[in-house]
Nanobody, 123 residues
């Protein structure tokens, strides 16, 4: 059974950093693109970053970086200089690496989702 589990969310002060983890099971990380998405209060879900199964990745801000560790079946999202507007539930999602939905930001076409982890940026 294919599963994705996010962890690492929590309360952080403005300007702080946080590293989120997406641990997968039931499939080989090398065959999938993993994307991080977020949904703030009253907002539409949006892409944050992608790690492509074929290599490389994207980041929608220079305050985040994504890395995958296949041996750990985990993709990390490192976030820094956090702002209150970064407050959201952060989700990771997977699609076959032959697809391009993460690349184009089509979050609604991603195949598999975790349940999310809440990040709150507040003083």
């Amino acid at each position: 059974q294919l599963q994705l589990v996010e962890s690492g969310g929590g309360l952080v002060q403005p300007g702080g950093s946080l590293r989120l983890s997406c641990t997968v099971s039931g499939f080989s990380l090398d065959d999938y693109t993993i994307g991080w998405f977020r949904q703030g209060p009253g907002q539409e879900r949006e892409r944050v970053s992608c790690s492509f199964g074929s290599g490389g990745g994207t980041a929608d801000t220079d305050r985040v970086s994504i890395s995958r560790h296949s041996a750990e079946n985990t993709v990390y999202l490192q976030m820094s200089s956090l702002k209150p507007e970064d407050t959201a539930v952060y989700y990771c999602a997977a699609e076959r690496k032959s697809s391009n939905n993460c690349l184009f930001g089509y979050w609604y076409r991603m195949d598999y989702w975790g349940k999310g982890t809440l990040v709150t940026v507040s003083s």
